[in-house]
C-alpha cells in the first residue's frame, strides 16, 4: 500500500514536472523582449537579472512578476535605469501593470498598441522625447496612465482621440509633457474619470461644456504656457464631485459662478493669475470643506467676505478694502453695481480700484468728493444700465453713447435732480423711454429699436438728437481727452521742404480726421537754453501755442498739472493714474534712470509707456536726468529712437510719457525668451535690430541737431522693439553733448558695468567712442545670446568682451560660441555672422582710436540686411497725389484744393504762414521755369 501511494506521488510529481505552465517555463517572446531592455540600457546592472537564465517567472527575476509564464507586471520605479525600451515592447501582449517612473529612460517611446490587457502605465518623470502616433491603439483596459515630466515631442503633440476607447480610465496625468492645442472635449465622455492633471503645457481654449458631466475629483490645468486657456470657469460649478480645482496662472475672464457653492466636496480651489472679474461670492467662503482658496492677481472688485478659511489669499486685486468683512462706500457700490450690468470689462475692472472713486477711476470725473460725470463714451460695453445710477444724486453728465448697450432706459434715473446731460445715443436701447425735465438734454438717436424718440422727449430736450456741432458743445471735458501725437519736427534746410511737409500733414488730418497733436519744436536761437515752444492742433486745424521753461516748471515744485492744452482737451496727472491703474505693479514694466517706468492705456485703447520718480522727494540726479530726456528728446527726433509723447508735473510727481514699446526690451528675448514663453530672435531678425540701432547712434553723433549727444548707457535693456520688432533706443537721462573737435569730456561715471568703454571706466572721459563700445557689446550679445556679464559664468567666459576678444579669430571656438539659436550651417548666415563678430572686435578695441564711427557700422550692416524695393503705394498712403505729374502742377493742385486748411492754421501770423510760404514757393518754381 505504501508502494503504491509513492508511486502516485512521483507520478504526480513528473506531470507536474511536464506541465509547462506549473513548471513556470517562461514565454519565448517574453524572455526576448526582456533580453532587448537589458541590453539596450546603459547601466543594466541596477535591475540585478541573472544572466544566462532564460526563466524569469520560474526563477523569480527581481522586478519581473508573472501570471503563469507570462510577464504580467515590470516595477523598477526609482532604480535610476537609463536608455531607451525596445521598439517591440508591445508583445508583452499579458502585461497588466507597468512601473517605469522616476528614471531616466530617454529615446523614443514604444508604441502600446495591443496591450488590451494593460491597466496600469506609470512611465512618468523619465526621459522620453518622442511619442509615436499609434501608442494608445487598443488600450481597453487602461484604468491609470502617467506620462508627466516626459520631453515630449519637443514641439508639441495633441491627445489622440482614440484614447476614448479606454472607457475605464480613471487617472490622467499629462504634466509638463508638451501637450498643444485646446482641451480635448473626448475626455468629458470618459464616465470614470476621476483625476485630470494636465499642468505646464501648452494647451489653450476654454474647458469643454462636456467637462461637467464626468466625476472629476482632481482637475490640474495650471500654468499654461503662450495662449494658455482662456474662457470662463462657469463649466466647474457643474463638477459637483470635485475636490481640488488648479486654474491658476491661465487666461481665464469672466467671474466667479455664483453657483459654486454646490461643490460641497471642494477643498482646493487656486484661481489667481488671471484675469477674473466682478465680486467675491460670498458662498464660496461658506463651502464647509473649503482649507485653500487662492484669488490673487485677478481684476476682482468689491468687498472682500469674512470667512474661516484656513490659507484664503487675495492680494493684488482692484477691492475696495483690504480686510475682509469691511463694505464699500456708497458711491463705489452703486458704481460696481453698474460694472456689473454691464459685465465687468477689463478696463474698467482694472481702473476701479480702491474705496474712493474720485481717485483716478477712468471714466469718473468728481465735484468734490461726489461723482458729477460718468464719461463712457465708445468703451464697447455690452449689457444694460443699472437703476442704481439714480442712487449718485450729485450726477450732472452722463455720457453712454456709442456702446452696445441693451434693454430699456431706468425709470430711476428722471429722479436724479442735478442731472443736466445723459447722452445714451448709438445703442440698442428699447422702448418705453422716460420723460425728462426741460433742464436735461437728453440723446437717444442711433437706437434701431427706438424709432421716433423726439416722441417720448420732454418738451425742451432734442430727442432726435443734437448735430454734430452742437453735440460737441454739450460733451464733457471728459469725453474729449487729448490723444496726445507727438511730433519733433528736425531743423530744415530751406522753406521749400518745410513748406511741402506741412502740406502733407494738413492733407492728412483733414482725410483722417486725426486727434489733437502735440507738435514739439526745436530750440531756437531767442529762446532760453531750457524753454521749447509747443505747439497743439485740433482736428479743425486750430493752432495754439506756447512757449514752457522746463528748468524752471520742474524745480519750482508748484501744485498743479503742467499739462497740454487745447480747448477743453486736457492731459493730467489724474489720467496717468487711470491709465496705469494708480501706477499698479501689476502695469511696470521695468525699473531705471530714476525711476519705474509702466505700461498705460488711455480710454480710447490707445497705449502709452509712462516713466515716473519713484521717490516723493526729487535728488540732483533725478533733477539732471528728469530734465535731460525732456530737453535731449525735444531737439531729436528719429524713427529709431523713442518717442517722447510728453510730460507731467504736479506736485511731488514727475512723469514723462512714451510711445508704447509692446515687444519690450531686447533684453528679454535674448536671455529671458525660455522663462517668458518666447520664440527666440531669428537671425536675419537680430541683424535688422543691429542695424536700427547703428542708425539711431550715428544720428545721435552726427545728425542731431546742436553738435550731436553721447548716449553714454546704450545696452540691450535700453533697445525697445515695436510689433514689427524694430528697434529703438531709450533712456536719455544720461545723454551728454558731444564735446568740440576730438576732444573727450570729463563727466561723472554713469552706465552700466560690462558696457562701459576701459578708458571711460577709468578716467570718466567720454567721446562719441565711449558709445561705439557699448554698441560692440551689444552686437556680441546679439551673435552670442549671453550676457555683457554674468556671474553665474565660468572665469574665463564671465566677462563677454575679454572672452570674444580671446576667441573671435579662432573660427572653431567662434562656432562654438555664437548662440545655438542662430543656424550656422547655413553658409550665408555663417559668413554675414563672422561679418558682424568682426565688426564688434572692432567696436571693442581697447584704444577708443581703433574704433570707428557709428556710420562705418551702419554701412558694414545695411548690405547684410534685405535690400530696400519700391513698392505699390495704395490711394490712401499716396493722399490723392499724381506723383506722375510735373512740380509745378502738383503743388498748383494742392493750393486750390487746401487753401482753406492752410487759412485755419496759422491766421494769426500772415508772413510766417504756411500758406504764405507755399505761395512764396509757387512763385520761385514760376521764376524756375522761365515765367
Not at 520560474?58 to 507570462?70: D, E, F, L, S
Not at 499579458?94 to 508604441?111: A, D, H, I, M, Y
Not at 498712403?877 to 486750390?896: A, E, K, S, T, Y
Request: hydrophobic letters at 40%; aromatic letters at 8%.
Amino acid at each position: 500500500m505504501r508502494y503504491r501511494v509513492n508511486v502516485l506521488l512521483l507520478l504526480l510529481a513528473f506531470i507536474c514536472f511536464r506541465d509547462p505552465i506549473a513548471w513556470s517555463a517562461t514565454d519565448p517572446g517574453d524572455v526576448a523582449v526582456l533580453e532587448k531592455i537589458r541590453k539596450g540600457l546603459e547601466n543594466p546592472e541596477l535591475l540585478q537579472w541573472p544572466s544566462g537564465d532564460d526563466d524569469p517567472c520560474g526563477n523569480k527575476w527581481p522586478h519581473v512578476y508573472c501570471a503563469g509564464n507570462r510577464v504580467a507586471q515590470i516595477q523598477v520605479q526609482n532604480v535610476g535605469l537609463s536608455g531607451p525600451l525596445p521598439v517591440d515592447f508591445n508583445k508583452l501582449t499579458e502585461l497588466v501593470n507597468l512601473g517605469l517612473q522616476r528614471n531616466n529612460f530617454s529615446g523614443k517611446l514604444p508604441s502600446f498598441g495591443g496591450l488590451s490587457k494593460l491597466q496600469y502605465a506609470y512611465l512618468n518623470e523619465n526621459q522620453f522625447d518622442t511619442i509615436p502616433s499609434d501608442f494608445f491603439d487598443g488600450l481597453t483596459s487602461l484604468e491609470v496612465l502617467s506620462l508627466s515630466k516626459n520631453p515630449l515631442n519637443e514641439s508639441g503633440w495633441m491627445l489622440p482621440s482614440n484614447l476614448e476607447d479606454s472607457a475605464q480610465l480613471t487617472n490622467l496625468s499629462l504634466i509638463s509633457c508638451n501637450l498643444v492645442g485646446p482641451l480635448p472635449e473626448f475626455l468629458g465622455n470618459l464616465h470614470s474619470l476621476t483625476v485630470l492633471q494636465m499642468s505646464g503645457n501648452m494647451l489653450s481654449g476654454e474647458i469643454p461644456a462636456s467637462y461637467a458631466s464626468t466625476p472629476l475629483q482632481i482637475l490640474w490645468l495650471n500654468d499654461q504656457k503662450g495662449n494658455q486657456i482662456s474662457g470662463t470657469i462657469d463649466v466647474i460649478a457643474s463638477m459637483t464631485m470635485l475636490h481640488e480645482a488648479w486654474l491658476h496662472g491661465n487666461s481665464f475672464t469672466g467671474t466667479i459662478p455664483g453657483s459654486i457653492d454646490q461643490l460641497i466636496s471642494l477643498e482646493r480651489l487656486w484661481i489667481n493669475n488671471n484675469q477674473l472679474v466682478g465680486v467675491i461670492p460670498e458662498n464660496i467662503t461658506l463651502l464647509n470643506k473649503l482649507q485653500s482658496l487662492r484669488l490673487d492677481n485677478n481684476f476682482l472688485v468689491g468687498e472682500i467676505p469674512k470667512t474661516t478659511i484656513a490659507n484664503f489669499s487675495f492680494s493684488n486685486n482692484p477691492t475696495c478694502q483690504d480686510t475682509p468683512g469691511v463694505p464699500c462706500a456708497p458711491q463705489v457700490s452703486v458704481l460696481l453695481d453698474f460694472l456689473e450690468s454691464v459685465n465687468y470689462p477689463l478696463t474698467l475692472a482694472k481702473s476701479w480700484s480702491g474705496d474712493d472713486p474720485c481717485n483716478g477711476w477712468l471714466g469718473v470725473s468728481c465735484s468734490g468728493t461726489n461723482v458729477s460725470t460718468l464719461n463712457l463714451s465708445n468703451f464697447n460695453l455690452n449689457g444694460t444700465i443699472s437703476p442704481s445710477l439714480a442712487q449718485l444724486s450729485s450726477l450732472v453728465k452722463v455720457h453712454l453713447q456709442g456702446n452696445h448697450l441693451n434693454g430699456t432706459i431706468p425709470t430711476e434715473l428722471a429722479s436724479l435732480h442735478s442731472l443736466n446731460l445723459l447722452n445714451l445715443s448709438s445703442n440698442n436701447l428699447e422702448p418705453p423711454v422716460p420723460k425728462f425735465g426741460s433742464r436735461v438734454k437728453f440723446f437717444v438717436d442711433d437706437n434701431p429699436f427706438i424709432q421716433h424718440p423726439e416722441t417720448a422727449a420732454s418738451p425742451g430736450t432734442k430727442g432726435s438728437g443734437p448735430s454734430n456741432s452742437s453735440r460737441s458743445d454739450i460733451l464733457s471735458s471728459d469725453s474729449k481727452m487729448l490723444k496726445p501725437v507727438v511730433v519733433v519736427i528736425p531743423v530744415v534746410a530751406g522753406v521749400v521742404i518745410i513748406s511741402v511737409i506741412g502740406l502733407l500733414i494738413c492733407i492728412r488730418w483733414k482725410k483722417s480726421k486725426l486727434s489733437p497733436a502735440v507738435v514739439i519744436h526745436p530750440k531756437q536761437p531767442s529762446q532760453t537754453d531750457n524753454s521749447v515752444r509747443i505747439d497743439i492742433a485740433d482736428s479743425n486745424a486750430n493752432l495754439s501755442s506756447a512757449t514752457v521753461d522746463l528748468y524752471s516748471s520742474i524745480s519750482s515744485g508748484t501744485t498743479g498739472s503742467h499739462s497740454l492744452e487745447s480747448g477743453n482737451s486736457v492731459v493730467s496727472v489724474q489720467i496717468l493714474r487711470s491709465a496705469t491703474r494708480n501706477f499698479s505693479s501689476e502695469n511696470e514694466l521695468g525699473r531705471g534712470g530714476f525711476g519705474v517706468v509702466y505700461r498705460g492705456e488711455l480710454h480710447d485703447g490707445a497705449r502709452i509707456a509712462v516713466k515716473r520718480m519713484e521717490n516723493g522727494g526729487m535728488s540732483k540726479k533725478g533733477f539732471d536726468e528728469f530734465h535731460a530726456e525732456i530737453a535731449v528728446l525735444s531737439k531729436v527726433r528719429h524713427r529709431n529712437l523713442v518717442s517722447l509723447m510728453g510730460y507731467s508735473v504736479e506736485e511731488n510727481e514727475r512723469l514723462l510719457i512714451y510711445e508704447y514699446m509692446s515687444q519690450g526690451a531686447l533684453s528679454r528675448h535674448l536671455f529671458g525668451w525660455r522663462e517668458l514663453g518666447l520664440d527666440p530672435l531669428p537671425w536675419p531678425r537680430r541683424l535688422d535690430i543691429a542695424l536700427d540701432v547703428a542708425r539711431a547712434m550715428e544720428y545721435l553723433h552726427t545728425l542731431a541737431q546742436d553738435k550731436g549727444f553721447i548716449h553714454r548707457d546704450l545696452k540691450s535693456s535700453n533697445i525697445l522693439l515695436d510689433d514689427e520688432f524694430r528697434a529703438k533706443v531709450s533712456d536719455f537721462g544720461l545723454v551728454k553733448l558731444v564735446p568740440d573737435g576730438d576732444h573727450s569730456m570729463a563727466t561723472r561715471l554713469a552706465g552700466t558695468i560690462g558696457y562701459l568703454a576701459p578708458e571711460y571706466a577709468v578716467s570718466g572721459k567720454i567721446t562719441t567712442k565711449s558709445d561705439v563700445f557699448s554698441f560692440g557689446v551689444v552686437l556680441l550679445e546679439l551673435v552670442t545670446g549671453l550676457m555683457a556679464i554674468d556671474e553665474t559664468r565660468s572665469d574665463e567666459k564671465r566677462y563677454l568682451v575679454e572672452w570674444f576678444q580671446y576667441i573671435k579669430w579662432n573660427q572653431g571656438k567662434l562656432e562654438d560660441a555664437v548662440d545655438p539659436q542662430i543656424n550656422i550651417s547655413d553658409e550665408k548666415t555663417f559668413q554675414s555672422v563672422c561679418k558682424v563678430v568682426e565688426l564688434a572686435g572692432h567696436c571693442t578695441a581697447r584704444d577708443p582710436h581703433q574704433r570707428p564711427e557709428m556710420g562705418h557700422a551702419v554701412t558694414v550692416l545695411s548690405p547684410m540686411v534685405q535690400k530696400w524695393e519700391p513698392r505699390d503705394c495704395d490711394s490712401e498712403n499716396n493722399v490723392g497725389i499724381d506723383f506722375g505729374r510735373p512740380l509745378l502742377q502738383m503743388v498748383m493742385g494742392w493750393r486750390d484744393a487746401d487753401s482753406k486748411c492752410f487759412t485755419t492754421l496759422s491766421s494769426d501770423d500772415s508772413k510766417g504762414s504756411i500758406s504764405n510760404r507755399l505761395d512764396r514757393f509757387v512763385s520761385s518754381l514760376y521764376s524756375l521755369d522761365g515765367r
